[in-house]
């Protein structure tokens, strides 16, 4: 299993679209193939805070992501990409 988490605080003024854009890319991971689990939640004591949590069953789950995101990007279909594991937090492998 390998696990991504990013913890994202957004600059005051984008908290609506920056929660949008976050709930749709959850939504989307979900439907990934080999994605157990993938939420975001937002921070009791701080609306500018979230948590993004993905789960992928494994390493070449996690890495066909990886692939698709990069891909996007190159082929210039999204001006960003939103993978947590690159903003801001940890992954690894625990089997």
Do not use: W
């Not at 995101?69 to 492998?93: C, D, I, M, T, W």
């Amino acid at each position: 299993m390998i696990v991504s988490m990013a913890v994202l605080t957004i600059r005051k003024g984008h908290q609506a679209k920056a929660s949008d854009i976050i709930h749709q890319y959850v939504e989307k991971e979900k439907k990934t193939t080999g994605v157990v689990r993938a939420f975001a939640k937002k921070a009791i004591n701080n609306d500018d805070t979230f948590l993004i949590y993905v789960e992928y069953g494994t390493l070449k789950h996690f890495q066909a992501a990886e692939k698709a995101s990069q891909k996007l990007k190159e082929n210039e279909k999204v001006a960003f990409s939103l993978r947590p594991h690159l903003l801001r937090g940890f992954y690894g492998n625990f089997d």
